[in-house]
């Protein structure tokens, strides 16, 4: 075998919540998984998103937001949707999504919380929801990245060290004087602060404390992560994809099933 080939049974390309969630899953299956990043940085978009997780009927829910319905939800997405909905994908999200994010908070040191008032999207629609059915991210110390934060993908607002704002703040402070509770959230983010700069702690919040939740859960998993490499093919065999070339600092790499790699030796 080529010193430039290696094999694994799942080779993730991309390092958001998705591709994290996939190779942590399938670490905890039992097979081999490496996550493959073009980017110099891991945590793709989730890392600069806001965070929030939309996965009606989860347990958190069930814990801390108001009874829900999980047919009102269906309802919803499918009315949002319309003809561009597969009516059988929704149907397994919504039967099948609480499970998975139960799977992921079990494996992964993710601590979310209900974002009390942040509306569905069209809340209007049949099956919405004005309090919302979403999910963020407890604010997280990176410390307990190490090396690893300097590479994780940066905010997209520069902020102070440790002064970091949740979904729920934004709800609550954007309003400004027109929200009575907004003064007293400017002084709670002002509390954390203190707070983290008194025990020198690294707090990120949103997207930036998923992504960070995700990556201690692989690394947990024994679950590799290379930057600086991009997805070059995909290889085939018998109609199957079982391998990818991916190039990294001008050299291409094979990665893969043991049948991928003999094909690109041929």
Partial sequence: MSENSEI??????GSGAAGMAAALTAAHHGLSVLIVEKASHWGGSTARSGGGVWIPGNSVLRGQA???DIESARTYLKSITGEYGDAERIDTYIDRGAEALDFMMAHAPLELRWVPGYSDYYP???GGRAHGRSVEPKPFDAQRLGAELATLEPDYTLAPKNFVATQADFRQFHLG????RAPFRVLRIG????????LRRHLLAR???LSAM?????RDANVPLRLNT????LLETDGRVTGVVVESAGVEHVFGYLAALDAARA
Wanted: proline content about 8%.
């Fill in 8 to 13: 694994f049974d799942l080779v993730v390309v």
């Fill in 124 to 126: 209007e629609a049949p």
């Fill in 207 to 209: 997207g930036q404390a």
């Fill in 191 to 198: 509390a954390r602060w203190a707070k983290g700069q008194l």
């Fill in 177 to 180: 004087l027109r929200n009575p």
């Fill in 230 to 233: 991009s997805l070059v093919e």
């Fill in 66 to 68: 108001p009874a829900d």
């Fill in 214 to 218: 995700f990556r201690i859960g692989l």
